[in-house]
């Protein structure tokens, strides 16, 4: 049995108190294509924890730029 306590998946508000942005940036980020894409679960907006500190491991880069990270 694992101890791990990490959700699968985290909440606008959740990513943004991480992110120490306001949920506004957050949407604004999102839109410009600057954020990993979340999940749709019906009105619900999720991201994958993972995919999340995968992401926040390699500098944030922009998902959508061939070269980020460089």
């Known amino acids: ?3 791990d306590t990490t959700p699968l998946l985290i909440s606008a508000a ?8 306001s949920e506004r940036t957050l ?3 999102l839109s410009a294509g600057r954020l ?3 999940l749709r ?3 619900n907006t999720r991201w994958r924890s993972d995919e ?3 992401w926040i491991d390699s500098g944030c880069p922009d998902p ?3 070269v980020a990270g460089r």
């Not at 990513?15 to 942005?21: D, E, R």
């Open 52 to 54: 999340i500190r995968r």
């Open 14 to 21: 959740e990513l943004a108190s991480l992110l120490g942005i």
């Open 41 to 43: 679960l019906g009105r």
């Open 64 to 66: 959508g730029c061939p």
């Open 27 to 29: 949407w604004r980020l």
């Open 36 to 38: 990993p894409q979340p």
């Open 1 to 3: 049995m694992s101890t």
